[in-house]
């Protein structure tokens, strides 16, 4: 393996080694504890503009599996047709791999899809970084390329030389560009905003029966029939889909079961009224305690967001639904009287347990 260094915004840097797409890469450098999945991590498209490092210390050791489509034409073992992560930071990398379902390594999986990997740092002491100082912008450059966060330091007196990808709007990048339409056996039908949907939500649905009408995310569904309204996950800052927002706040108008996960969650709440910000370092893990107020039923959840509603901002009307019971963060809202209501964590998990899928059963009973 050739060398690779890690360039973070605080002027560390990690000497380690290139695996992987042999290129530079730039992003917001996030950590995720997940311990299994990372096949379908690499594909969430919520990961746009990241940089992942992955805390449990062996990678690759399960190779990747065969690409395989349903009727539908959507992916059955990942959540997406590509990886969405930038690159990809681990502490060890496995060459070998043995899983009955695998067909080839990571390392040719990412340079099929051109993301660079690090391997061999102390992924335990940067975790520890991120977690103090907060998710910051990073650059991977292995051995032979350049890349200006090289040649800077923080006496330059300027910030590290990578565009911050909460400046962009990743949702516009990640959504689909057309309208697609998938039949299913039974007579409900739902518009589904994708705003980076996980191809594992389009199941849940489909499974039981919903027909989905899969919409851009700056698509007026407003003119569409349809019994529910879907908003779904997606990378970035919520506060750049404004067109998205005011569509929902036209649809709320109707009166008609409303539900949105992780970005949705946060859209909802922005489009009632509320507002978000950014956390130090975000929920990225599969082992996220949340409770249902006014009970003592606790749920472990999937969770992939850096960004989240602050539930004292929503009018009166709108309540917490579920808390983070880890630091106290929203995790979802509803309406007092109304159909509406939001998770911030992922009941579809994919990977991660699958403790509240019946919030999918839930909205479906209202349609």
């Known amino acids: 393996m050739k060398k690779a260094t890690l360039v973070l915004a605080n002027g560390r840097r990690f000497e380690g080694f290139s695996f992987g797409y042999d290129g530079p890469a730039e992003g917001e450098s996030v950590f995720s504890t997940a311990m299994v999945g990372y096949p379908e991590s690499l594909t969430d498209p919520s990961y746009s503009g990241q940089l992942l490092c992955v805390t449990y210390p062996l990678i690759g050791n399960y190779g990747i599996p065969e690409e395989v489509f349903d009727s539908n034409g959507l992916c059955t073992r990942f959540e997406s047709e590509k990886i969405y992560v930038r690159g990809l930071i681990i502490a060890q990398y496995s060459e070998q791999f043995s899983h009955y379902d695998a067909v080839k390594s990571l390392s040719e ?79 409900k039908k ?138 106290g963060t929203n995790e979802g809202i509803r309406h007092k009287s109304k159909p509406f209501f939001s998770a911030q964590f992922h009941p579809e998990a994919s990977s991660g347990p699958v403790d509240t899928e019946f919030l999918f059963d839930r909205f479906i009973s209202l349609l």
Not at 160 to 168: H, T
Not at 250 to 267: D, R, S, T
């Open 109 to 187: 999986w990412l340079c099929e899809h051109k993301v660079p990997g690090i391997c061999g740092i102390d992924t335990r002491e940067l975790t520890k970084i991120l977690r103090e100082e907060g998710s910051m912008l990073g650059a991977i450059v292995p051995e032979g390329h350049d890349h200006p966060a090289l040649h800077w330091t923080p006496e330059d007196g300027v910030g590290i030389p990578v565009a911050d990808p909460n400046l962009e709007n990743q949702v516009a990048i990640v959504s689909c560009k057309d309208v697609i339409r998938y039949k299913a056996s039974g007579d």
């Open 190 to 327: 739902i518009v589904l905003v994708d705003c980076g949907v996980k191809h594992q939500i389009l199941h849940c649905f489909i499974d039981r029966g919903v027909n989905v009408t899969r919409v851009p995310w700056d698509y007026d569904f407003n003119t569409l029939e349809w019994d529910g309204l879907f908003i779904s996950n997606g990378p970035g800052n919520p506060s750049l889909c404004s067109v998205t927002v005011e569509h929902i706040r036209k649809a709320m108008e109707k009166g008609k079961p409303i539900f949105g996960i992780c970005m949705g969650n946060q859209l909802l709440g922005i489009a009632a009224g509320g507002s978000t910000y950014k956390l130090k370092y975000g929920h990225r893990s599969h082992n996220q305690p949340v409770r249902l107020e006014g009970s003592d039923k606790c749920f472990i959840s999937s969770q992939n967001h850096g960004f989240a509603i602050d539930e004292k901002s929503l009018p009166e009307d709108w309540e917490v639904l579920f808390t983070n019971m880890n630091d």
